[in-house]
T-cell receptor, first 115, second 112 residues
Framework: ETGVTQSPTHLIKTRGQQVTLRCSSQ?????VSWYQQALGQGPQFIFQ???????GRGNFPPRFSGLQFPNYSSELNVNALELDDSALYLCASSRSRGTSTDTQYFGPGTRLTVL | AQSVTQLGSHVSVSEGALVLLRCNYSSSVPPYLFWYVQYPNQGLQLLLKYTSAATLVKGINGFEAEFKKSETSFHLTKPSAHMSDAAEYFCAVLQGAQKLVFGQGTRLTINP
């Protein structure tokens, strides 16, 4: 059983650019959640996708958007990058939407630096 | 809304000593609580979770946590620290059906 994978590992962009981060969920999982972890902070929930539909969103502006594909992999897109977007972006997959015992399994993250 | 507070951003213990990492929660409904560990330059790994089945929860790597409703706490313990336990530890509560709300984290340092 393969775990959650993310690409790329590191990324450097300049302010105003757009970025796409990718996540492959764990085998058998149909739900993907994205989190932003700023340096020295705990992860913050961005949004969750379940069967290709957005299923909950945190306090992030619309320039943060996502997609989930039929194979349950996912993308996080960020437009008009700002310096404060520099962070570790974590993807987590789980087996089904929202039951209390579902565990979210995290990938290794993508480190985004905005200059 | 549910939240968690981790007391102590940095904890340092000697190898072989007891590890105690503190987490208090705020929730108007029975909470579902988690502890995750993050090693340098890595993602989060689940240590253990509380889902109301038993108040003492055993996890991986010898860690355990006890849910105490009267104290609104979910502290993480390990009887004997090992050098490999050095990492960042996050307590989290499940909010609604989708969202994990994390604490600020506690960095654990192990002294030889």
């Amino acid at each position: 059983e393969t775990g959650v994978t993310q690409s790329p590992t590191h990324l450097i962009k300049t302010r105003g650019q757009q970025v796409t981060l990718r996540c492959s969920s764990q085998s058998g999982h149909n739900t993907v959640s994205w989190y932003q972890q700023a340096l020295g902070q705990g992860p913050q929930f961005i949004f969750q996708y379940y069967r290709e539909e957005e299923n909950g969103r945190g306090n992030f502006p619309p320039r943060f958007s996502g997609l989930q594909f039929p194979n349950y992999s996912s993308e996080l897109n960020v437009n008009a990058l700002e310096l404060d977007d520099s962070a570790l972006y974590l993807c987590a997959s789980s087996r089904s939407r929202g039951t209390s015992t579902d565990t979210q399994y995290f990938g290794p993250g993508t480190r985004l630096t905005v200059l | 809304a549910q939240s968690v507070t981790q007391l102590g951003s940095h904890v340092s213990v000697s190898e072989g000593a007891l590890v105690l990492l503190r987490c208090n929660y705020s929730s108007s409904v029975p909470p579902y609580l988690f502890w995750y560990v993050q090693y340098p330059n890595q993602g989060l790994q689940l240590l253990l979770k509380y889902t109301s089945a038993a108040t003492l929860v055993k996890g991986i790597n010898g860690f355990e946590a006890e849910f105490k409703k009267s104290e609104t706490s979910f502290h993480l313990t390990k009887p004997s620290a090992h050098m490999s336990d050095a990492a960042e530890y996050f307590c989290a509560v499940l909010q609604g059906a989708q969202k994990l709300v994390f604490g600020q984290g506690t960095r654990l340092t192990i002294n030889p």
